[in-house]
């Protein structure tokens, strides 16, 4: 079975599996090559294996395809995993996640087979065997994709997320962390999002997911489907009203002491809680713990390049948010002081839908203290289909509403000081 692009990898390969059930098979890259010996090698490993095994691993230093220079053939130093080779398929089609997982679940398919053997290997082991009857061809990357730099942000959600499926939800003592999930039309992102809550290192936690009035058959159908997790809720309203609106309807029902939002299409380094909580709990007073975070860039055909780690300021004033506009991601707030200032504000222009991350934190910075953590604990996709980036122009007229808003506070309506004057 030949596929021919990336992106469908997964669903080849269950299409296939679940077509033609044969007890092994093979994974192979373009550009591997097999000897004609190859078949003596795998009827020899296969008098070996046992019912706990899942299959065999190539041996890393074993074969490679290291070919010539005057082949004029790139061999790339970095040693990023290609997965196993030889499979056993009752231990892949089987288990909580039969099969290996699309895109909707995956979105860097390049590394679907490396996904599946972390899942594995909390079951069932691997043999690892040296060969030369396959020689694999390390092949160069191209230079837009930062493949070492791409691997080491994913890899710690890839093997986190394979653990979580071997433990236990701890429901035993409260929520530490609520973490705000509002979506609108987002299916195809949430089962992302959702397993890199699922992940966390630190299990109390409760994650609330409002459906603010999708209108779309992905989404409610994920949604009919979420995991199987008592710390997962759902709230469903017919009607969109809102980012501010939702996360307010949130904030009244949460459990714990903190909030943290999480964008339907971004997700969570998988010691994000437990690094911002360890860090407020140093902190006294503290309106706002908040991090680093990690850009992706979404191209037309879904694909996600690596951007690099963006730093927040170390300090956050009023004037610095509405003028600079930085991207804060994470934000974890205090629960009990957001209460206090009523939460998110639905009634600013275009109604608490746009730009009510900056408004929050304007109005906490301005009299309470925020705290920042110098490491990437956030992963935010960039997608020039989202509502900020479909209407930049609108973010002008939002800072100009605002800082009428503030002269009016600080001086009154126009009217009442030429009133006050006469």
């Not at 499979?87 to 490396?114: A, D, S």
């Not at 997790?229 to 009607?239: F, V």
């Not at 509403?401 to 600080?410: F, P, R």
Request: charged share 25%; with cysteine.
């Amino acid at each position: 079975m030949i596929i021919p692009s990336e992106e469908v990898t997964a669903s080849i390969l269950n299409e296939t599996l679940a077509r033609e059930i044969k007890p092994w098979f093979i994974t192979l890259h373009a550009g591997d090559t097999v000897q004609p010996h190859a078949k003596e090698e795998i009827e020899r490993w296969l008098r070996s294996y046992s019912e706990y095994s899942a299959g065999y691993i190539m041996n890393p230093d074993s074969n490679i395809d290291q070919l010539s220079p005057s082949r004029n053939r790139y061999v790339s130093p970095l040693r990023i995993p290609r997965g196993p080779l030889l499979w056993r398929t009752k231990t892949v089609m089987t288990g909580q996640t039969p099969g290996f997982r699309t895109r909707e679940q995956l979105p860097f398919q390049r590394y679907v087979l490396i996904d599946k053997q972390f899942e594995l290997s909390t079951r069932y082991e691997w043999t690892e065997v040296d060969s030369d009857g396959f020689l694999y061809l390390q092949r160069q990357a191209p230079a837009w994709m930062k493949e070492a730099e791409e691997w080491q942000a994913l890899f710690p959600l890839l093997e986190a997320g394979a653990q979580e499926q071997s433990q236990p939800p701890d429901i035993d003592c409260p929520p530490l962390v609520t973490i705000a999930l509002c979506t609108y039309n987002d299916g195809a992102y949430l089962p992302w999002a959702v397993r890199s809550v699922l992940a966390q290192t630190l299990g109390a936690w409760e994650l609330v997911i409002l459906d603010d009035g999708s209108t779309d058959a992905e989404t409610a159908h994920y949604l009919m489907r979420l995991p199987q997790d008592p710390r997962i809720k759902l709230i469903r309203q017919e009607e969109n009203k809102g980012k501010s609106r939702a996360l307010n309807k949130i904030l009244k029902i949460a459990k714990a002491p903190w909030l943290l939002e999480l964008d339907a299409d971004d997700w969570l380094a998988p010691d994000a809680l437990e690094i911002l909580l360890r860090e407020a709990g140093s902190q006294q007073d503290t309106a706002v713990v908040y991090a680093n975070h990690t850009e992706w860039l979404e191209r037309a055909n879904k694909q996600l390049v690596y951007q690099g780690v963006k730093a927040a300021p170390s300090s956050l004033s009023p004037y610095v948010l509405l003028h600079e506009a930085p991207a804060v991601a994470p934000r974890m707030f205090n629960v009990p002081i957001l209460k206090q200032v009523d939460g998110w504000d639905p009634h600013t222009l275009f109604e608490g839908r746009l730009y009510e991350d900056i408004g929050q934190l304007m109005k906490l910075s301005g009299t309470h203290k925020l705290c920042h953590v110098a490491e990437a604990l956030y992963h935010r996709r960039l997608r020039m289909t989202s509502l900020t980036h479909r209407h930049p122009h609108h973010y002008l007229k939002w800072r100009n509403s605002m800082i009428d808003e503030t002269e009016t506070l600080k001086h009154g309506h126009p009217s009442e000081r030429q009133n006050a004057h006469e």
